[in-house]
């Protein structure tokens, strides 16, 4: 029997395939996260234009681009015209920022004359603040007062002033990798944290957010009530996603009356609230809440499918929905925006919390001679100290009248214009990064070479290769048999780093007390040159050999222990990788010994391996 051949252009009928389909499918549930994730930052927009006093400011974390450019032009659009917008620039300076002396108007009065800073030309309006991961600390310390006092207090330069001042704040977040993050004193002064990165340019359509709508939710909001029940399940949701901060929920609050003015409601509804948790609480989660069951429930079987199943579920989706309690319906809203990776944030979010300095160079120095420009001080130039012009006239220029009238007693230099006195000199403040030395100390023994001691030259290869990008210098230490040896001292040599480490055997006892002995006194050597050492060991934590280089794993182990409490004494950074097939309590010992970051290397790869590396440092 013969069968009709396809027609022209049509593809022949063929068996699905289900990978194919299930790649469909996701693809298709990505392109409506993304799409649910931009309509989310442009509802964003429009709630900071209506109320940006009351909600604070927003988080916008993105790379400069098409996606962030429509993003703020939106939100300009949707601004009043009327209404000021300041941009901060970077190293802005105090006296710009807050106010202070208006030099060249205090020498002409010869008085102290202010002028407004920044904060207060920006009352009523939005400031926007550029490159926020990289702020200076004093500017973010003022920006915070300035959210919280709705005012700037000036107490320099001879004078004391208070100036009212209500704004919001745009913080653009361009980090390129999670160690750069807007301090947490301005994070926690924000309303919504957006994250615009993986948007691509397809998904951001054009907002429906008119401003004329933006005008009359303005004038609606003072009338907006909320009920008892919303914030009952406002606060609800925050205990469930671990939302400690009373602010937060707070920011909720606004965030919901916004969202109701903006819809025409004079009420708050369950929707506002729903759309309150995606933007405030979400992004804050610190823990993925679980559905309660009681012990005692027993699930019931299921019945056996039938034809008409689906469409008994479609009819009956809404009914549940409605019966559903008030915050089960937020939670789930909530807990539909948490990011998929918020275990992982959450662990190298601890990590940084555990380092003593920030960034990816070594600890900052104060000195006087080179460096970047941070402030002056009271001082006389010379021995390298360069005199700072501009700041001692600030400095002599309200005591100019004091003076005329001493110079006119005592009969003398009448013709001078701006009288400069010693203690007015002001000297430039320099600060640097001193350099990062990462000191791998590696377990050569017979255990680790028997376990992951080719894995563990792996990662330490990528560790080098990362060390070499920040143009660290590197040193290698190995320990095996009776003692320790250093294998190569600091350096930049990248060849030499991965020569050394082909290199080295493995077999023999652990001499873990040595390793880390040696490991304490190659870091006192780099502290003493001004450098920042950061160390990395690598083990099992198993001693069994002694410092004198004699079996026993019970004087292994003590003598480990307390070469390790010596090392927590210098206060040095450290991260203790485990070795060991499966994570086992001595390197984890160790490291508590230690004051180090313990990571088990068979739950690690080499980028979280890296990742760990630079929270320490």
């Not at 202070?100 to 920044?118: M, Q, S, Y």
């Amino acid at each position: 029997m013969s069968t009709a051949a396809p027609a022209p252009g049509q593809m022949e009928p063929g068996p699905t395939d289900p990978q194919a389909a299930e790649a469909a499918r996701a693809a298709a549930a990505r392109q409506a996260q993304l799409a649910a994730r931009w309509s989310d930052a442009c509802l964003a927009a429009a709630l900071f234009a209506v109320d940006p006093v009351g909600i604070g400011g927003l988080n916008v974390r993105a790379l400069p681009g098409p996606v962030r450019d429509i993003w703020l032009e939106l939100l300009r659009e949707l601004l009043p015209a009327e209404e000021p917008l300041r941009r901060i620039p970077l190293h802005i300076a105090d006296g710009r920022l807050l106010g202070g002396l208006d030099l060249a108007a205090t020498l002409h009065a010869g008085r102290p004359v202010a002028e407004r800073g920044l904060l207060a030309e920006a009352d009523g309006g939005v400031v926007l603040l550029a490159m926020a991961e990289r702020v200076a600390r004093n500017t973010a310390a003022h920006l915070s007062a300035a959210l919280d006092n709705q005012e700037v207090m000036v107490e320099r330069d001879g004078i004391t002033a208070r100036t009212p001042t209500r704004f919001g704040v745009i913080a653009l977040d361009e980090g390129a990798n999670d160690e750069e993050q807007v301090p947490d004193t301005l994070k926690d002064r924000f309303a919504v944290l957006l994250d615009l990165n993986d948007i691509p340019y397809n998904a951001a359509l054009p907002a429906d957010h008119e401003p004329i709508t933006i005008r009359r939710a303005r004038e609606r909001l003072r009338g907006v009530q909320v009920p008892d029940d919303m914030l009952e399940a406002i606060c609800g949701t925050a205990l469930a996603l671990g939302v400690d901060s009373l602010r937060t929920s707070l920011f909720a609050q606004r965030v919901a009356r916004a969202a109701a003015a903006l819809d025409g409601r004079d009420a708050v509804a369950m929707d506002d609230v729903s759309a309150a948790a995606r933007l405030v609480l979400a992004p804050r989660a610190t823990r993925i809440p679980m559905p309660e069951q009681p012990e005692d429930q027993q699930q019931p079987e299921e019945p056996p499918p039938e034809e008409n199943q689906d469409d008994d579920e479609n009819s009956q989706s809404p009914e549940q929905d409605i019966d559903k309690p008030l915050e089960d319906v937020v939670l789930e809203a909530a807990q539909a925006a948490i990011p998929d990776n918020l275990l992982a944030m959450l662990k190298m979010g601890a990590m940084r919390s555990r380092s003593r300095s920030h960034g990816k160079s070594g600890a900052s120095q104060s000195g006087s001679l080179r460096g970047r420009p941070a402030g002056t001080r009271r001082g006389e130039p010379g021995a390298g100290a360069r005199l700072a012009v501009i700041d001692t006239l600030r400095a002599a220029a309200p005591w100019q009248r004091l003076r005329q009238q001493e110079r006119a007693a005592q009969g003398t230099g009448s013709d001078v214009l701006v009288e400069v006195r010693q203690d007015d000199f002001r000297v430039t403040r320099y600060k640097q990064r001193s350099e990062t030395t990462t000191i791998f100390v590696v377990d050569a023994s017979g255990s680790a070479a028997l376990h992951r001691l080719a894995e563990a030259k792996g990662a330490v290869e990528l560790l080098l290769a990362d060390c070499y990008v920040r143009r660290d210098r590197v040193a290698m230490v190995a320990f095996r048999g009776p003692g320790a040896e250093l294998l190569l001292p600091p350096t930049r040599s990248l060849v030499r780093a991965k020569r050394s480490l082909a290199g080295l055997p493995g077999g023999g006892g652990t001499p873990l007390a040595a390793g880390i002995d040696a490991a304490l006194d190659l870091a006192d050597g780099v502290q003493r040159r001004g450098g920042t050492p950061v160390v990395v060991v690598l083990t099992d934590g198993r001693a069994n050999v002694t410092r004198e280089g004699i079996g026993g794993r019970a004087q292994a182990t003590d003598d480990a222990l307390a070469s390790a409490r010596a090392f927590r004494v210098a206060a040095l950074k450290a991260l203790v990788v485990d070795m060991s097939p499966r994570p086992r309590p001595d390197a984890e010992k160790l490291a508590h010994a230690m004051g180090a970051v313990y990571l088990p290397l068979p739950h690690a790869d080499a980028k979280a391996l890296s990742g760990a590396v630079q929270a320490v440092a």
